[in-house]
């Protein structure tokens, strides 16, 4: 279960940039409940009295506003108003789907009380579905397994996809705890959004449908924002003497709205996170989706460019490194918050380690104790060091690749080569590793590069490509030496993988057949087999997975996340991913699955390694039951889904061998 809750919800909750196009809002605020003796709240009907407001501030018509809430008055004139039951909430989101159209913008807020329940189809690979409880909900219905009139983040997704499928854009925003688990005590006088399964009645013996398959997330153009971590509460806090309760996302996240017209959402996220983790009762806004890089109403973006990433620093040392893609020596331009539009200092990169880098400030510059850079200038990366060719019998192989060290793709190493450049008999050029050993996964294994028109292009794509690869790998082993030890009883993520066998044929790979069984991918699999990869987090802290494939060409291919998604998986629950091996020319090769994962710290945002990719196709087929399409793009290597990157904690990289067997020969 990876924020299911958040993502069914969040799905439905989908708002985009407010430019001309237009704008459809939903609004939820629950702050009376009927049927749940002492769980009313205080601030959910501000919320959406505030939203509502923020909304018309930036254009909105308030007759494309429905506000379902338990206390309608103050809302402003033209809106339309109702009770927010669950048919009524259900209803307003199904009616928001059929308004919607090419280019509008959809938005869903929802402030109120959330909770877990016993999954009930096998989708929740943790064993409980998040839910959200409506004005009418009541207690656990044992005839029924359910509690009565939730709303359960299954019934979420496929609304909001409906928005989506209208080709409108989704924004969706959550003031509500999204997990019951790992709460911790805090004093003063807010009060958290959450009743635990125990107040809502729900016994500890209640049925949970075994692990099936999760659900394909949704797809399109959206983003979601949440109000807490899934191991945190959302409160709610009094503004002023007489001046009534808010919830403390909905307030903070309305104000940088107001504030930063010209901002993406990512870095609106990024600003409330900073101001909320300063707080009295601290609790860390999340957020996923592809629209996070997008400028929040569709205006140019200050700075270099639209969704440029931000990182934060404090101290002199940047908390980003070698495994964000940076190198010694990039320039950097030093911010006082994630929003701010002009920067205070510039700044270069020195000392750099796999997780962070310290800044030097440029001459006659002050570095600020705290805030956020942006790279301007990025430094180029080490080269490739390659052994010479003799000349004899290579063809034009030297003077090609001398043109690419010139180029600065590479240099030359006579000891401690990376790659041994070997030419080929029919005239191609192949690359062995550092031993020197060629094809040693078997015929045709190694790289290669055919001769002819464009093997130039061919070649410098090929060394651009094993560069990042490498050094990918070195930062990943750095990483992990400098890493705490595992606990007693291994690593904290587990990896195990499923094959079903494949069905090549005259157009390709079609739809693989049998039920999927262990298999040890390093002993051998075919081309069109599938592979599915269950990912376990066995540690105590949650854990922030990202999922990379290396083929035998070095390029380096985003698994999971997906769109932009949550990549978190919590204690003790699982996630599941689809590949499908591919070989177009029917050669052997030795490939790999990297599995990297960055323990989740005290009040740490998502980190999402899924930028160090290099763009190319992709092998995902989804994390679903059923193949899903492979991704129709791949992380930008320059746009982190890190969003004020935190201190990595105790870090695991798992490394599964694949060796793609060549087709018998008959």
Not at 55 to 75: F, S
Not at 147 to 172: F, H, M, S, T, Y
Not at 377 to 387: E, G, M, S
Not at 422 to 440: E, N
Request: aromatic share 4%; net charge negative; hydrophobic share 45%.
């Amino acid at each position: 279960m990876i924020h299911r809750l958040a993502a069914a919800l969040m799905l439905t909750c989908l708002a985009a940039p407010l430019h001309a196009e237009t704008l459809r809002a939903l609004l939820v605020g629950v702050g009376v409940y009927a049927n749940l003796p002492g769980a009313d709240l205080k601030g959910p009907e501000n919320d959406v009295r505030l939203m509502a407001e923020v909304l018309m501030a930036r254009g909105a018509d308030p007759a494309a506003i429905t506000v379902l809430t338990t206390d309608p008055t103050g809302l402003p004139a033209g809106v339309a108003t109702g009770a927010p039951t669950r048919d009524a909430i259900l209803a307003a989101l199904d009616a928001l789907a059929v308004a919607s159209g090419p280019g509008d913008l959809a938005f869903f807020h929802f402030s109120g009380h959330g909770s877990q329940a016993p999954d009930r189809d096998g989708d929740e690979m943790g064993g409980y579905d998040e839910i959200l409880l409506p004005m009418d909900a009541a207690g656990w219905k044992g005839a029924i397994g359910a509690v009565e009139n939730a709303i359960v983040d299954d019934e979420l997704q496929p609304r909001l996809q409906a928005v989506l499928d209208r080709g409108a854009r989704l924004v969706g925003v959550i003031d509500a705890c999204h997990s019951a688990t790992g709460f911790r005590a805090l004093g003063g006088a807010g009060a958290a959004r959450v009743l635990r399964p125990a107040q809502l009645g729900i016994p500890d013996d209640a049925p949970v449908a075994a692990a099936t398959a999760p659900r394909p997330p949704v797809t399109g153009e959206f983003v979601f924002l949440y109000a807490a971590q899934s191991d945190q509460r959302a409160f709610e806090y009094p503004l002023a003497e007489g001046q009534g309760w808010y919830g403390a996302f909905t307030r903070q996240l309305a104000a940088v709205l107001l504030a930063a017209p010209q901002a993406t959402w990512g870095q609106v996220l990024a600003e409330v996170r900073d101001t909320m983790q300063r707080g009295s009762a601290v609790q860390t806004p999340d957020g996923e989706g592809p629209m996070l890089d997008a400028p929040v109403f569709g205006t140019p973006v200050f700075g270099a460019s639209a969704g440029a990433r931000r990182i934060g620093f404090a101290g002199g040392r940047l908390q980003a490194g070698l495994l964000w893609g940076l190198t010694e020596g990039t320039e950097v331009a030093l911010y006082p918050s994630a929003t701010a539009g002009e920067p205070v200092a510039r700044a270069r990169l020195a000392r750099l380690t796999a997780t962070t880098a310290a800044l030097v400030a440029e001459p006659g510059q002050t570095l600020p104790q705290a805030g956020q850079a942006e790279v301007t200038a990025p430094a180029p990366p080490p080269p490739l060091r390659l052994r010479p060719m003799e000349p004899d019998g290579a063809g034009d192989w030297p003077d090609l690749l001398a043109a690419a060290v010139e180029a600065g793709l590479a240099d030359w190493a006579l000891a401690e080569a990376d790659l041994v450049p070997v030419a080929l008999p029919g005239g191609g050029l192949a690359f062995a590793g550092s031993d020197g050993v060629l094809d040693a996964a078997g015929p045709g294994a190694s790289p290669r590069v055919d001769p002819g028109p464009g093997a130039a292009d061919r070649l410098a794509v090929l060394l651009a490509d094993a560069g990042h690869a490498l050094r990918l790998r070195a930062a990943l082993g750095s990483a992990q030496g400098a890493a705490r030890g595992f606990a007693i009883g291994g690593p904290p993520l587990a990896l195990a993988v499923d094959r079903r066998p494949g069905a090549p044929g005259p157009q390709g790979c079609g739809p693989a057949t049998g039920a999927p069984a262990p298999v040890d991918p390093a002993k051998g699999v075919a081309a069109c087999d599938e592979l599915w990869l269950t990912l376990s987090n066995r540690s105590g802290k949650a854990q922030d997975v990202t999922l990379f494939y290396l083929d035998r060409d070095w390029r380096l291919t985003v698994l999971w996340p997906q769109g932009g998604l949550s990549n978190r998986i919590a204690r003790g629950e699982s996630a599941r991913v689809g590949l499908r091996v591919e070989s177009p020319d029917g050669r052997a090769a030795a490939e790999e699955i990297l599995a990297v994962a960055v323990a989740a710290g005290d009040m740490a945002p998502r980190t999402d390694l899924s930028h160090l990719a290099e763009p190319g196709a992709s092998r995902a087929l989804g994390s679903a039951d059923g193949l899903a399409a492979a991704l129709d793009r791949l992380m930008d290597p320059a746009a982190s889904r890190t969003l004020a990157a935190p201190k990595l904690t105790p870090f695991t990289v798992l490394r599964q061998p694949v060796r793609l067997l060549a087709p018998a020969r008959p």
